[in-house]
């Protein structure tokens, strides 16, 4: 998440206009208003987890936080603003109060993410590519790092951002220091794995230009899946190798989908402007 947050922020506009605000209720808050529906009657069918309405259903945490950092970027999009996003960070760890409703908890976990793409992310991405070694060897490290780290007992609930420190601190002693050297590590891996893909891969292009469908789509599909029983009936030695080609396989199900998804959830002008265009 670290990665996708950062790379979001890459996109990212500074200063918000008329045509901004209408993209953002378009393009974020209605698809995640559908989707939560269709998601909590999905889990009614599947016997998944209960969520509440106010509650992002799951994967779809992402999209209300983006609409959050979206409308809050201009206040952060600088480099103090960067220090004062890690330090809200920090410091909300310490609120009980603060957790999955409207995705707050997560949201101001990854604001640093989203600001330091925003300010730094094309300069980065750029250095890794020049420096590809050198930026390989941090993301190994990175990953590394905090696999050694839960070797020793890091609480896995940290990594989400979903849980203050009371019942999911990185480290119970020092919480806000773990924090943010799991931020630290967490940001390293992101710009180090910059350095790992392709500068040039047509399928990797193609899916990720049809992201949304896949994210949107993804999920459903693995609920009817654990629902079917099917996880049970795989062998564990080949376990890992089977959800990965199932990973692929979803990924390219869904992917023709982006059109009409993008197409539905745009802006009436644009909607338009892409039906003549066409």
């Known amino acids: 998440m670290p990665l996708f947050i950062f790379l979001s922020g890459m996109f990212a506009r500074n200063r918000l206009e008329g045509r901004d605000y209408r993209k953002i209720v378009w393009t974020l808050i209605l698809p995640l208003a559908v989707f939560q529906l269709v998601y909590i009657g999905a889990s009614r069918l599947t016997g998944w987890y209960e969520y509440s309405l106010l509650t992002p259903y799951w994967l779809l945490w992402f999209i209300a936080s983006m609409v959050i950092w979206r409308l809050v970027l201009p206040l952060f999009a600088s480099p103090a603003g960067l220090v004062a996003a890690v330090a809200v ?27 330091l793409g925003h300010l730094y992310g094309a ?18 490290g990175s990953v590394g790092a905090v696999l050694f780290w839960w070797k020793l007992g890091l609480n896995a609930g940290a990594l989400t951002g979903s849980r203050a420190y009371a019942s999911g601190a990185a480290d119970a002693d020092y919480p806000a220091i773990a924090r943010l050297g799991l931020m630290a590590l967490g940001g390293s891996a992101a710009v180090g794995f910059a350095a ?9 292009g193609w899916l990720g230009e049809r992201s949304l469908a896949i994210y949107l789509l993804h999920g459903l599909v693995v609920m009817a899946f654990v629902a079917s029983g099917a996880p049970a ?34 802006p009436p002008q644009a909607a338009w402007s892409r039906m003549v265009s066409a």
Do not use: E, H, K
Not at 123 to 136: E, I, M, T, Y
């Open 123 to 140: 300069q980065l991405v750029a250095a890794a590519r020049q420096r590809p070694v050198a930026f390989a060897l941090m993301f190994v």
């Open 233 to 266: 009936l795989i062998p564990q030695v080949l376990l890992l190798p089977v959800l990965a080609t199932l990973s692929v396989l979803v990924a390219l199900a869904t992917a023709p989908a982006d059109g009409p998804m993008r197409r539905l959830f745009s």
């Open 196 to 204: 790992l893909v392709p500068a040039r891969a047509a399928m990797l």
């Open 89 to 115: 960070a920090v410091a909300a760890g310490y609120d009980d109060g603060i957790g999955y409703t409207l995705s707050l908890s997560r949201t101001l976990y990854f604001l640093p993410f989203f600001v």
